[in-house]
């Protein structure tokens, strides 16, 4: 190596971040788990659009972006120092769900219900009586639709409880606890805006089961034999076969005889899949034909 190599060589920087990992919890979503949330929260972008346009009377879409799970912490820094976040009580849990949307588009929905058609920008502000009420009115539809697009992932009641309006102060969990957040892009008629759904991670996630369940194999025979006695078969009962040769076939017609070496006293058999099983008589079942199982033959499983 020469002198001029070894000075290209940049040395390793001792001073490097460590991020501490619990894997006691884990903050991402199994894919399974990602897959049943995704499906619930499309569902909820499709109600929530339905209600706003019925609601401000403006041609109205939610379209759902993405979910993940994260830190309060994480997800509270992540949005902006100005906005408005629903806090919403679910059963008895400490910890609370979060809407979040920017007040300046919650205004402009406001404008909307009264008449306005949108055109002056609202500036980031804290609601008024009137407004607040209104904004509620659109909230608790927002709320019954996610409880019937979650379905039984959220069996606790929600709730409206208050308004913040600074995401630093809202504390609406701990710090370290784990939410899952839906990040949701709202279009009311010109305007879009982004709005966020995060839900504690304990009232969603005791319903979504393990990712990955394994059973136990101690019981194995019997779990494969009960299996095994749900699949639907084929049976059929036969006479015994007759051995002919191909040239007999390629010349059969119409009213040829092929005598079959089965006996007029000698029973059925009763296969599954070629496999000789049982023998049977012929019988009648009402108007259909039938056959009387005589015996079986035994067979180890």
Request: hydrophobic share 45%; proline share 5%.
């Amino acid at each position: 190596m020469t002198v001029q190599e070894r000075a290209s060589f940049t040395a390793p920087t001792q001073s490097q971040t460590v991020d501490i990992y619990d894997f006691r919890r884990p903050t991402t979503l199994a894919r399974e788990h990602s897959r049943v949330l995704e499906l619930a929260f499309e569902t909820f972008a499709r109600q929530w659009g339905t209600q706003l346009t019925a609601k401000v009377r403006v041609m109205s879409q939610v379209t759902f972006e993405n979910v993940l799970m994260q830190t309060y912490d994480e997800y509270a820094a992540s949005l902006p120092s100005t906005t408005a976040m629903v806090l919403c009580d679910i059963g008895e849990m400490d910890a609370k769900a979060v809407i979040q949307f920017p007040s300046s588009a919650a205004l402009a929905w406001v404008g909307h219900m009264l008449g306005g058609n949108g055109s002056m920008a609202a500036p980031d502000r804290k609601f008024t009586q009137v407004e607040q009420a209104l904004v509620r009115r659109v909230l608790d539809d927002a709320l019954e639709d996610l409880r019937y697009s979650l379905g039984s992932l959220l069996v606790a009641p929600i709730r409206v409880d208050a308004i913040h309006y600074n995401s630093q102060f809202a504390q609406a969990a701990g710090t370290s606890d784990l939410m899952i957040v839906a990040t949701f892009a709202v279009r009311v008629g010109e305007g879009t805006t982004v709005a966020t759904v995060a839900l504690p991670a304990e009232a969603i996630l005791p319903q979504l089961g393990e990712a990955n369940p394994t059973s136990t194999t101690a019981n194995a025979r019997e779990l494969i034999r009960g299996q095994i006695e749900q699949v639907p078969v084929t049976v059929s009962v036969r006479l015994t076969a007759a051995m002919v040769m191909p040239r007999t076939i390629l010349e059969l017609a119409v009213g040829d005889i092929l005598p079959l070496p089965h006996p007029q006293h000698r029973p059925l058999d009763v296969a599954v899949d070629g496999h000789t099983l049982a023998s049977a008589a012929l019988g009648a079942n009402g108007s259909r034909l039938a056959c009387v199982v005589i015996n079986t033959e035994e067979r180890p499983f």
